[in-house]
């Protein structure tokens, strides 16, 4: 049962990212959909850095059952709300609609996809791994560093919301060389606290 709930919120979630992606770029003009793009998503890694404790701690007074139910009603009023709000784009016609696979097949996708795969796969890293990391540089507890993961994610959506419509491919490939760094200094120092609190940020 658990694993069928973690499944089935994962599809959600992996949906919902995806759509809200699109909506943001539709929603605005051309020269400001970058930074449309870089916001959205990044709320899903503030309401992991947040939500982690913020589940644990409801979850410890009222049980586990508590913690689930809580997110249930402002999930019930986003729905009410997204009718009410969000603009009802049209679909793609059915004559329009192209095959992923051909999607796929146009020049220059793989590269972007490989890209993606790489940047999530190291991002994926640091909540897998940031509870043992923490405890291996001595820290109690992974608040503080969830805590410095959230507040760079901030720092990190100003950034590219300033950038990223300029110097799309600098800002890009930035992001790539500071995921390498981190992944280095994580395999050879996390050991030491201000490494590992480094590390994380960037």
């Known amino acids: 049962m ?7 919120a994962g599809v959600m979630g992996g949906t919902l990212w995806a759509m809200l992606v699109g909506y943001a ?4 003009p051309a020269e400001r959909r970058g930074r449309a793009i870089a ?10 850095s947040l939500g982690l404790p913020a589940g644990t701690a409801p979850a410890d007074a009222l049980g ?15 729905v009410v709300g997204i009718r009410r709000r969000v603009p009802g784009f049209a679909g793609e016609a059915p004559g329009e609609h192209v095959p992923l696979l051909r999607v ?4 220059g996708i793989g590269t972007v996809l ?3 795969l790489t940047l999530l796969v190291g991002h994926q ?17 992974t608040g503080l560093v969830l805590l410095v993961f959230g507040a760079a994610t901030v720092v990190g959506i100003r950034v590219t919301g300033v950038l990223v419509d300029r110097h799309l491919r600098r800002t890009l490939l930035g992001a790539l060389a500071l ?4 992944m280095l200094a994580l395999g050879a120092y996390a050991g030491h606290a201000a490494v590992l609190l480094v590390a994380v940020a960037l």
Request: net charge positive; hydrophobic share 60%; no cysteine.
């Open 2 to 8: 658990t694993f069928s709930a973690r499944l089935v």
């Open 25 to 28: 770029a539709r929603m605005l």
């Open 179 to 182: 995921l390498a760094t981190a």
């Open 104 to 107: 796929a097949a146009l020049p």
């Open 114 to 116: 490989s890209v993606t």
């Open 39 to 48: 916001i959205v998503p990044a709320d899903i890694t503030l309401a992991l």
């Open 64 to 78: 586990r059952r508590a913690a689930f139910a809580a997110p249930a009603v402002p999930a019930v009023l986003l």
């Open 125 to 141: 890293v640091m909540y897998t791994y940031g509870a043992p990391l923490a405890q291996h540089a001595g820290f109690g507890r």
